[in-house]
């Protein structure tokens, strides 16, 4: 009698793939159902499985180039009911600093489309298991942006605030105003105002200037 193969579910990896495409969509299943590990549900099932939990350390594949609004907003809405998950993009191939931009974002691991066959499926895992899927000097950069900041030079009895704090964070990320806006819930005006102070307190007059600051302390 042929032995029955021993069920792994409760060991098994969900992933939960974001992707609008029909066709992409189909591909997706196809390359990642052949891994016996992965349990796989569409982006229609992402709020709607039974069982799922704040616990759950899930995969989110979003294939970015398919979402119906802005990529922050989705992972926004990903990291209320799982703030344990991970989160893998597709997308055409980007530059370093757009990299690093989305690892701020919130993301764990990029796979470009024409790497999606060959990759995707081990960068589950690796993600997974709480490391990133990007090039080794891309996290390197990001690493150093996002080291915290010891004490900004400022003008002494000028200490930034922790909205500033804030502000000078998304310029390290390289955000745009309107960007800055949308992360810190704040108006554009709002941004400009605390920008200002920003300068003011750092003694500087551009962003460029900012980042000088802001990366002479991380190696001073």
Not at 60 to 89: C, E, Q, Y
Not at 92 to 97: L, N
Request: charged share 20%.
């Amino acid at each position: 009698m042929k032995q029955r193969p021993v069920s792994h579910t409760k060991t098994r990896l969900t992933v939960y793939a974001i992707e609008y495409n029909p066709l992409a969509a189909s591909a997706l299943r196809r390359a990642l159902q052949r891994d016996h590990t992965i349990r796989m549900f569409p982006h229609e099932q992402v709020f709607a499985t039974p069982g799922a939990s704040k616990s759950d350390a899930a995969v989110f594949v979003l294939d970015r180039g398919t979402l119906p609004g802005p990529l922050n907003n989705f992972l926004h809405s990903i990291r209320a009911k799982f703030p344990n998950a991970r989160a893998i993009v597709l997308d055409q191939q980007c530059s370093r600093e757009e990299l690093v931009r989305l690892l701020f974002l919130g993301i764990h691991g990029f796979v470009p489309y024409s790497e999606v066959e060959h990759n995707l499926k081990r960068a589950v895992h690796v993600v997974s298991q709480g490391h990133y899927w990007v090039a080794q000097e891309v996290l390197e950069r990001y690493m150093t942006y996002a080291r915290p900041l010891s004490r900004p030079r400022s003008k002494e009895g000028s200490v930034p605030t922790q909205r500033e704090k804030d502000i000078i964070q998304c310029i390290q990320r390289r955000f745009s105003n309107k960007e800055i806006s949308s992360q810190l819930g704040i108006s554009q005006s709002t941004v400009k105002f605390h920008l200002a102070n920003v300068f003011a307190k750092l003694g500087v007059h551009d962003r460029s200037s900012v980042m000088e600051v802001v990366t002479s302390q991380l190696v001073g």
